[in-house]
């Protein structure tokens, strides 16, 4: 299983409290992805990381910002969590570019 | 744009017989595809995938799938299936461009004693 934990596992908070969720790999693979999963809407991409300090957004990014200081480490921030962001955040890998490797998942319910 | 279909939500199938779960995709070259598999409260794992050469391509657990460019398809099929398939299944294509993955909504196994 390639290297990637993600932290916390699980995760409650009240609405309009700041969140961030920590991906940390082993595998020093350059491209690395925060999905979002929910039941009926599947695995949607909120954003993800080419590079170290070089991200994008993904097709739900709204309210979410994330950060890459270290090849190792990507994190997601929720800057004032809502309870449509209560969800199964998940982190993924690549290196090639498509190949995805996930993480176990992070549980965050905002109350 | 590019998509993916899994045309069954939910499927049944009783332990010891066979498995096929459908994929359907959009795309206009030679894609990459991927099937993936997430046992409850985990993470997803992959399970197989295609980039070029042999259609038919041979995954972990048992698994299998075959690239039909034809039908742009690429379903997924096991011969003989165990309790511990039960699982949720994802279909995957990757994207035209910045190495994103287009996905599937997800076919949900349930196996019959």
């Given amino acids: 299983d390639a290297g990637i934990t993600q932290s916390p596992r699980h995760k409650v908070t009240e609405t309009g409290t700041p969140v961030t969720l920590r991906c940390h790999q082993t595998e020093n693979h350059r491209y690395m992805y925060w999905y979002r999963q929910d039941p009926g ?3 949607r991409l909120i954003h993800y990381s080419y590079g170290v300090k070089d991200t994008d957004k993904g097709e739900v990014s709204d309210g979410y910002s994330v950060s890459r200081s270290k090849t190792e480490d990507f994190l997601l921030t929720l800057e004032s969590a ?12 690549s290196e090639p570019p498509y190949e995805q490797y996930f993480g176990p998942g992070t549980r965050l319910t905002v109350t | 744009a590019q998509s993916v279909t899994q045309p069954d939500i939910h499927i049944t199938v009783s332990e010891g017989a066979s498995l096929e ?3 359907n995709y959009s795309y206009g070259a030679t894609p990459y595809l991927f099937w993936y598999v ?3 409260g985990q993470g997803l794992q992959l399970l197989l995938k295609y980039f070029s050469g042999d259609t ?4 972990i657990k048992g698994f299998e799938a075959e690239f039909k460019r034809s039908q742009s398809s690429f379903n997924l099929r096991k011969p003989s ?4 398939d039960a699982a949720e299944y994802f279909c995957a294509v990757a994207a035209d461009s910045n190495y994103q993955l287009i996905w599937g909504a997800g076919t949900k196994l349930i196996i019959k004693p």
């Fill in chain 2, 38 to 40: 997430q046992s409850p």
């Fill in chain 1, 82 to 93: 809502t309870s449509s962001q209560t969800s199964v955040y998940f982190c993924a890998i």
């Fill in chain 2, 81 to 84: 299936v165990h309790w511990s």
């Fill in chain 1, 41 to 43: 809407h599947g695995l």
């Fill in chain 2, 56 to 59: 038919l391509v041979q995954g």
């Fill in chain 2, 21 to 23: 779960l459908r994929c």
